[in-house]
T-cell receptor, first 113, second 115 residues
């Protein structure tokens, strides 16, 4: 089955700096890669996703890049703000519903004011 | 409406109790899911319903019993749970089928404590 590795497990940045979280996956059949943000006591919320026919996608301060050859994808957050502090999960799924995605272990991002 | 609503938000139950978790969505999604999440861990898939039929059971103990009464509702019936079952239980929904993965929407979860 699919295996997703996520790094780093914790990340601390100064407000205004950029943050990068990286994930690798093992199954070349995976074609959908969502990123979720989970705040304390809440469910995961989709913040951005990318499909295998796209190399990069951007939404305001958030961007995701995908390298299918190397089987890795990354989340980039620019101009970080304290409210970006949360746990971020990457995930990968194949020709099936996104709800059956394989999740990475998560990255705890702390943005210091 | 892009919400998945879960009730209750918090639940404390004894090991001999029977309780149910409820999940509701009105996005027309025909795939619904139950996940279990322990502290500082990613969500673990438990069950998947597709078009109101159970399509995936990830070897979940029988003390957890899912039910999908209609396309908008998903229940998780709990009986004779153990303290190690204490966790955040998440419901999610997405469009069903299709050749590619689709966006999943998660509820806020039910924080379950078994005493």
């Amino acid at each position: 089955g699919e295996n997703v590795e996520q790094h780093p497990s914790t990340l601390s940045v100064q407000e205004g700096d950029s943050a990068v979280i990286k994930c690798t996956y093992s199954d070349s059949a995976s074609n959908y890669f969502p990123w979720y943000k989970q705040e304390l006591g809440k469910g995961p919320q989709l913040i951005i996703d990318i499909r295998s026919n796209v190399g990069e996608k951007k939404d305001q301060r958030i961007a995701v890049t995908l390298n299918k050859t190397a089987k890795h994808f990354s989340l980039h957050i620019t101009e970080t703000q304290p409210e970006d502090s949360a746990v971020y999960f990457c995930a990968a799924s194949g020709n099936t519903n996104a709800g059956k995605s394989t999740f990475g272990d998560g990255t705890t991002l702390t943005v210091k004011p | 409406d892009t919400e998945v609503t879960q009730t209750p938000k918090h639940l404390v139950m004894g090991m001999t109790n029977k309780k149910s978790l409820k999940c509701e969505q009105h996005m027309g999604h025909r795939a619904m899911y139950w996940y279990k999440q322990k502290a500082k861990k990613p969500p673990e898939l438990m069950f998947v319903y597709s078009y109101e039929k159970l399509s995936i059971n990830e070897s979940v103990p029988s003390r957890f019993s899912p039910e999908c009464p209609n396309s908008s509702l998903l229940n998780l019936h709990l009986h004779a749970l153990q303290p190690e079952d204490s966790a955040l239980y998440l419901c999610a929904s997405s469009q069903a089928g299709g050749p590619r993965g689709t966006e999943a929407f998660f509820g806020q979860g039910t924080r379950l404590t078994v005493v």
